[in-house]
């Protein structure tokens, strides 16, 4: 590690810089995402809704999707942004701001395919994260089906 890495960690970070994330971090990182998602869809929503605005002003009403309509679109962005995240970068935001990054058992950042199947399964069951607070290793039940696992680690990785 050169002098700057090692200035760039945080205050005691340098203990935990590759050991397993545990419940807490990894909770709050997945609260950052959904507050990322909530905000996408959000903007998703005001521009088809300035979208319908500018093509018929007179008759203009805020549109109101069914419930069913709104869980899958949700679903489908946190998929794609848990995919592309753990894919392109090995964490998503969250994860950046945590000082987490997910790897697979070689710690290599997640291939495509595996990140898709971690996200689909994060999103369908997000209650699989509370393994990691029983597993000795601190794995959710999506780690241990994709063989991956969340690590602290603040440093910046070059592809």
Same mark, same amino acid.
């Given at each position: 590690m050169t002098p700057h890495e090692a200035s760039a960690l945080p205050r005691g970070a340098e203990a935990f810089q590759g050991q397993p994330a545990g419940i #807490?971090?990894?909770s709050v990182a997945a609260v950052i995402d959904g507050v990322v998602v909530a905000t996408v869809m959000a903007a998703g929503y005001?521009? *088809?809704?300035?979208?319908? *605005?500018? %093509?018929?002003?007179r008759t203009f009403g805020f549109? @109101?999707?069914s419930g069913w309509f709104t869980v899958?679109? @949700? &679903?489908?962005?946190?998929?794609v942004y848990l995919t592309?995240? %753990? %894919?392109?970068? &090995? !964490?998503?935001? &969250? @994860? @950046?701001?945590?000082?987490? !990054? $997910? $790897?697979? /058992?070689?710690?290599?950042?997640l291939p495509l395919?595996?990140?898709?199947? /971690?996200? $689909?399964? +994060?999103?369908? *069951?997000?209650? &699989?994260? #509370?393994? +990691?607070?029983?597993?000795? !290793?601190?794995?959710a039940l999506q780690d241990l089906l994709v063989r991956s696992r969340v690590i602290y680690d603040w440093r910046h990785h070059e592809h």
């Open positions: #807490i971090s990894r005001l521009a *088809f809704s300035g979208v319908l *605005f500018a %093509w018929n002003p549109p @109101a999707p899958a679109a @949700a &679903g489908i962005v946190a998929t592309v995240g %753990w %894919w392109i970068a &090995g !964490r998503t935001y &969250g @994860a @950046a701001l945590m000082g987490l !990054r $997910v $790897v697979s /058992r070689d710690d290599r950042d395919g595996l990140s898709l199947v /971690r996200a $689909v399964t +994060c999103v369908v *069951f997000p209650l &699989g994260l #509370i393994w +990691c607070a029983l597993d000795h !290793r601190a794995r």
